[in-house]
């Protein structure tokens, strides 16, 4: 599956910007999902993940209650809703999928096997 982020943009702190994970070829269907960030001198950092079965969800602590991560896979999209935005979310942010026929979420980027070009948020203060 190729996936495609978009979404990405410049928005003042306290704002809100959606994200949109597509699945180009083909569907999310059988897929596990993650977003993860990575900002400028730093690590990659884990932000949502979804499983493919029951949609069980995971957020670090970070972004707990501010993110939100959801599905249409009618739209073969997974989408991830920010809301009060803060400088420190700013980062380039990348989707990721893999096969998964499981409840699991897949917290760590090395679990992924398929990675989108990344769409640069910036927050500022």
């Known amino acids: 599956v190729q996936v495609v982020e978009s979404g990405g943009g410049l928005v003042r702190e306290g704002g809100s910007l959606k994200l949109s994970c597509a699945a180009v070829?083909?569907?999310?269907?059988?897929?596990?999902v993650g977003w993860f960030r990575q900002a400028p001198g730093k690590g990659r950092e884990t932000v949502s993940c979804?499983?493919?079965?029951?949609?069980?969800?995971h957020y670090p602590d970070s972004v707990k209650g501010r993110f939100t991560i959801s599905t249409d896979r009618a739209k073969n999209t997974v989408y991830l809703q920010m809301n009060n935005l803060k400088p420190e979310d700013t980062a380039v942010y990348f989707c990721?999928?893999?096969?998964?026929?499981?409840?699991?979420?897949?917290?760590?980027?090395?679990?992924?096997?398929?990675w989108g070009q990344g769409t640069q948020v910036t927050v500022s203060a």
């Open positions: 979804i499983s493919s079965i029951e949609e069980n969800t």
């Open positions: 990721a999928a893999r096969i998964s026929f499981s409840t699991l979420c897949y917290a760590r980027d090395d679990d992924y096997d398929y």
């Open positions: 070829g083909s569907t999310f269907e059988d897929y596990a």
